[in-house]
């Protein structure tokens, strides 16, 4: 269950807290409304309980709170706007790759698509989706983890009213199954029909919380639905009648011959209407929130949608009532006034007979259907109030779709979990294989530019790295792949789509880092083989001879543009964001390099050039297969003015990952 104490929003400038003292419960197996009109502060509370907002106040998530979670997705689901991943992504790609970032099997992604009705979109992107199927693949995000909890701000909203049952039913089923539900929506018809519990906000402040009953009872204004030949006739009479009985009744003329009666009930309307002999044509209780002239008259719908000579109806004629009642005639429900036991949907109120019956939910395997409902009105006969046959109130809808089996997701960490998910991330998206292929050419074309002007050595021509520049194209490519490895998740969260954040971990970073690294040095070697390739197609077998020191060239080459792409990876992650990442990475050249020049100028560099002789002095060991050549050649590197700043800038940045990291942890 969920359990909210005292969430208060930080005090704004000259305004009052978007939310202040909200405490409430969402308990486990029913579903939870956070109702309140635009700017009620709904949101801003699922904020406040998802710790993506500082604030005051404690949410308890089964008994603890979320950053005290180690996997809170596992726990938690979260739909919070759009669907957070990158448009070029597909549908099945996406949830494949939050699949390894959750660490549950990757058959649970073609699970969840036969569930959400996707399986037909599952090559589409993510950008292409309309906003109901977008609504799908969302819950579709939050439910991939088997969470106990589902928290969805206005799940809802711009869908039309066939999806909004759909969405409905499968939130009611995930309760079903002692799933703790909790969605805001700004409309009190929904909340009333897709809800057992109410919880209203106005202004920041708790102002009611109901049962969906007395929501119902209380929150909504129920009146009584007349249509009538003679309706200012009957509008007189039950004027004069409710002044003869002292009892306040408001009788709305609609237009026509249709009335709304509030303050009294079918009973009373219909033995007025029969003791004068007024003929009536339809009677029923309706509840509606929008007071008389709210919207056209509910019967004229009612009778399009039906057949009254087949004594069946249409599509979405009945709603799911907050306790899984279905709209039909039958015994009263609860025993409750029937003026309270159904809802409009939200394009229109909906008119339902004088009763209603229970549905029962082990006819459907514990789970509560969605989908249309049958409601009858027959002929008016007698007071009026609506008749059903036997055989139609037996009628049972078709049951939902039934949700995937609960999985067992492995508490211990694996290593091959993150690398698994940044793979996924990486190669699904064509940026990566774009940014390769533009750094490619660019190289190539640098190349033989320099090459038809001379006067440039065969290391930096081969790397195409003009001394005019701070840094070659194939570096530059390293870090802004290094960048969107962090920064593109900022902009699209994956691992924690329902948070919004991207969780510091040791594990992910290591992983981020052995990918970036592994495609700077695929990118490093095919640059180098294609510039040698085009140059010696352009200009001969001179200028592709192999250097002498093409050992301690290819070191310093290699980390050169791995040290980028670290770069570009920890730069995005401290400061979340690709652009932030991408000028870390030119910020060593121009900055970072004169700095060190500076610091290196005198005795240090001599210093430094003796090294690998004197570590063999100190510990008197004989490097095997050569490897004081290697030493030599990694100490040059960093020796560099550029492998310095590198060095420098990595040591940097893995110095302030880390301590944000520590820092998140501790608050």
Known sequence: MI???????????????????????????????LLGATGAGKTTALRLMLELEQGRGLTYFRGRPLHRIAHPSREVGVLMGDVPGHPARTVRGHLRMLCAAAGVPVRRADEMLEVVGLVSLRDERLGTLSRGMDRRLGLACALLPDPHTLVLDDPAEGLSTRESHWLHGMLRAHAAQGGSVLFTTSE????????????????????????????????????????TPHAARLAALLAKEART????????????????????????????????????????????????????????????AQDPR?????????????????????????????????FAPPSGSHVRGARVMPADPEAHGGQVPHSSRDTHSGPAE???HAAQSPATASRAPAPLSPLPPPISVRSAPSPLRPLRYELRRATGIGTGFLTGAAVLVTSALTAVLLARVGHTPQARLLAAW?????????????????ALAFGDEFRHPALAADRGTVPRRLGLLTAKLVVAAVTALALAFVVVGCDAEVLYLVYGRELTEVPADWLSLSASWFGLVVGCAWAGVLAAGIFRSTTAGLAAVVSVPI??????????????????????????????LQWPFGGERYLAGAVRVVA??????????????LCAYLLTALRSRVR
């Open 3 to 33: 359990q909210a104490f005292g969430l208060t929003s930080n005090s704004r400038k000259d305004l009052p807290p978007a939310v202040d003292d909200v405490s409430f419960e969402a308990r486990a197996g029913r579903v939870t409304a």
């Open 640 to 653: 560099q003015p550029v492998g310095g700043a590198l060095t420098l800038s990595l040591t940097a940045l």
């Open 591 to 620: 900055l970072v390099v004169p700095l060190v020049r500076k610091a290196l100028d005198g005795g240090s560099v001599r210093a430094a050039a003796g090294l690998p002789a004197r570590l063999r002095e100190v510990l008197l």
């Open 310 to 342: 087949a004594g069946a109806t249409g599509p979405e004629t009945g709603e799911l009532l907050g306790d899984g009642a279905l709209g039909v005639a039958g015994p009263e429900m609860r025993g409750s006034p029937a003026a309270h036991d159904d």
């Open 188 to 227: 009190p018809r929904e909340a009333a029909r897709a809800a057992d519990h109410v919880v209203t906000l106005e202004q920041g402040r708790l102002v009611a919380d109901q049962e969906v009953t007395e929501f119902a009872r209380t929150r909504l204004r129920p009146r009584v639905a007349v249509r």
């Open 382 to 384: 007698g007071n009026g």
């Open 245 to 304: 009985a002292h009892r306040s009744v408001e009788v709305v003329q609609e237009g026509g011959n249709r009335l709304s009666v509030y303050g009294s009930t079918c009973a009373d309307v219909g033995e007025t209407a029969f003791r004068h002999g007024v003929l009536v044509h339809q009677l029923a209780d309706e509840i509606g929130d929008m007071g008389p002239g709210a919207g056209p008259f509910p019967g004229e719908a009612a009778e399009a």
């Open 466 to 482: 003009p001394r005019e520049l701070p840094l070659p194209p194939a570096a530059l490519g390293a870090g802004l792949l290094g």
